[in-house]
């Protein structure tokens, strides 16, 4: 098996509905080989000492492993096909929770996405699996140095008070920030309902990477939604820039 903790996995390649299921999503061929499949869930489950006694459902699941620096597995990450859970991930090992280690390139810019099905479309895209961008921004600065890093926001922070938070934040602690600009909310939107390519969603991505002052200026063009809990922020930014 390619995972052999997991005898009931297989790769993505060698299942017909996966492959459907990667063709409907249009996920690039040459990622495929680090996506696998199973047909339950809890066939997975059983095979993790932690989370033997839970009783997961029987379905369908692609697989996304989160690898560490050494090419350990941590975590895998189960994107269901049906029923009520929509991902579910696996701790294995524990460790910093970041997907896409096996393909960055420390030579380039790092774009961080909150889910791999965004980061897939990115040459240099990783995915925070779900939790804080920022916090899985640390993690490459740790294990990176040097390497420059965005951290990408889906269309939609400028009307969610807790994003449009976040982004201050991330510009405040020094990262660099790209926002999702098109006529979708995110990436997969982009080339799932709008046949948008790949070079198509990097120019994109290029042209809406701010730093520094910049980020502070483009940000501050956006009214703050409501429920931000930095409504005094423009008038901060007014003050210390005039």
Not at 99 to 127: C, Q, T, Y
Not at 179 to 208: C, S, Y
């Amino acid at each position: 098996p390619p995972l052999p903790r997991f005898p009931e996995v297989k790769r993505i390649l060698e299942v017909d509905w996966a492959m459907e299921y990667a063709a409907s999503r249009r996920i690039p061929f040459e990622e495929l080989t680090h996506i696998f499949a199973t047909e339950s869930l809890l066939d997975v489950s059983r095979n993790v000492e932690a989370y033997k006694e839970t009783r997961f459902p029987r379905v369908r699941s692609i697989l996304f492993p989160y690898y560490s620096v050494d090419r350990r597995l941590e975590y895998l990450q189960a994107r269901t096909l049906t029923g009520d859970l929509r991902y579910v991930t696996f701790e294995i090992a524990g460790g910093g929770k970041l997907w896409g280690r096996h393909r960055i390139d420390p030579s380039k810019r790092v774009f961080m996405f909150e889910g791999v099905l965004d980061a897939l479309f990115v040459a240099n895209g990783a995915a925070s699996g779900g939790v804080d961008l920022i916090r899985a921004g640390k993690i490459i600065r740790e294990e990176y140095p040097g390497t420059p890093i965005s951290l990408c926001y889906d269309a939609d922070w400028t009307v969610n008070a807790d994003v449009y938070d976040q982004v201050i934040r991330a510009e405040r602690q020094g990262f660099d920030v790209t926002f999702t600009r098109g006529p979708g909310k995110d990436i997969n939107d982009l080339v799932v309902k709008h046949d948008w390519t790949g070079e198509m969603v990097q120019t994109m991505l290029d042209a809406n990477t701010f730093s520094g002052l910049k980020a502070k200026l483009e940000i501050s063009r956006e009214r703050e939604p409501i429920g931000s809990k930095r409504r005094n922020w423009k008038w901060k930014l007014s003050t210390r820039t005039t």
